[in-house]
Nanobody, 124 residues
Framework: QVQLVESGGALVQAGGSLRLSCAASVRTLGDYTMGWFRQAPGKGREFVAAIRWIGSFTYYADSVKGRFTISRDNAKNTVYLQMNSLKAEDTAVYYC?????????????????WGQGTQVTVSS
């Protein structure tokens, strides 16, 4: 398993921006896909975005497409989630996850390593 540590969550006003970071403790992420999920109070954990480390192929949930951008820094083994035009409904705990596959999964069950989560609160 990969150890993942997220950071960057905060309280922000609607329309604002935040960048989440997720540092992975592994020698190489070459055969991994990294994902971001979120969980709002009383709701299930939902897919937000994913990036295949090799080739940087990305995939987004429809709810964040055009507002969020997932990217990675190979030298730092770190994946980012840039969130712009934030809405109140983006309020959730955001989790970073790793899956040892290049097929870019979008379901919770396909990821076998998870971070502790970071809180994002968007005030309206």
């Amino acid at each position: 398993q990969v150890q993942l540590v997220e950071s960057g969550g905060a309280l922000v006003q609607a329309g604002g921006s935040l960048r989440l970071s997720c540092a992975a403790s592994v020698r190489t992420l070459g055969d991994y896909t990294m994902g971001w999920f979120r969980q709002a109070p009383g709701k299930g954990r939902e897919f937000v975005a994913a990036i295949r480390w090799i080739g940087s192929f990305t995939y987004y949930a429809d709810s964040v497409k055009g507002r969020f951008t997932i990217s990675r820094d190979n030298a730092k083994n770190t994946v980012y989630l840039q969130m712009n035009s934030l809405k109140a409904e983006d309020t959730a705990v955001y989790y970073c996850a790793a899956a040892r596959t290049i097929i870019v999964p979008t379901t919770v069950a396909r990821y076998d390593s998870w971070g502790q989560g970071t809180q994002v609160t968007v005030s309206s």
